[in-house]
Structures are given as C-alpha cells and as structure tokens.
C-alpha cells in the first residue's frame, strides 16, 4: 500500500463503521488515494452507515464498489442539511435542499458548490474507470 493511504492501519483500511468488512480491490484503493488527495473525506451517514459515503464542504454523496474496478455514484450528490443527505425541491419561495422538516434555501452558493462537488467528484471516479 502506498500513497495517502500507507500510514492507515491495515484494519482502518476495511472503510465501513459497521461490523461488515469492505475488502478494496488495488485499483478501488487508488481511487480512494485520489478522492483524498482531491479534498474528500469518508463520512458516515444514517442510514447508509454500511456505504461508503464521501465529502467535501457541504456536500456529499454515496459510492459503491465496481466488482473488479473502481467506485460508481450510487445517487446524485446531494447538499447536506444537519448531516444528512437532502432532496432538492421547489417551493413557492424558490429552490430549497430538504431533510425531514428542515429547509435551507437552494442558493447559487449552495447550487455551485454542490455542482463543484459533483463535477469534480465524476472526474475522479472516472479516471479511475479508464486506468
């Protein structure tokens, strides 16, 4: 194991708070390497404590394992509101991100740095698919 991720303890490396073990193939692992290096951090999210879950600011997404590659998006990334995953919607106000009963306004802040997240998130999920 090299990179970022050499100085990990071998069982740290098994990335999932639940008693389920991930087992990651090398090339799943370099593209761990490169999602860190880009600026995002696993995180665990209920209910998808048992995904693997990345972010980066305020923003996040969930990632699946590519059986013999790399990692896929599971969902589009999504704004985080309290912690959690939110939906984005339209009320008469305008754009919100919502969790349960709370709203936080969908602003073009908000809106770009979610479309930062994804686009560069895609890009390193990709080059990892064509390596």
Do not use: H
């Amino acid at each position: 194991m090299i990179g970022l991720w050499q100085n990990i303890p071998e069982d740290r490396r098994k990335v999932c708070p639940t008693n389920r073990k991930v087992e990651f193939t090398p090339q799943q692992m370099e593209v761990l390497e490169r999602l860190f290096a880009a600026g995002f951090r696993p995180i665990a999210i209920p209910p998808y404590e048992s995904a693997l879950c990345v972010r980066r600011g305020e923003c996040a997404a969930v990632l699946s394992p590519i059986p013999n590659g790399g990692l896929k998006l599971l969902a589009s990334p999504s704004y985080l509101v309290g912690g959690n995953l939110s939906v984005r919607l339209k009320r008469n106000a305008g754009e919100v991100f919502v969790w349960k009963k709370t709203d936080l306004p969908a602003t073009p802040e908000r809106l770009q740095e979610l479309e930062l997240f994804r686009r560069e998130l895609s890009d390193v999920l990709e080059s990892g698919q064509t390596q």
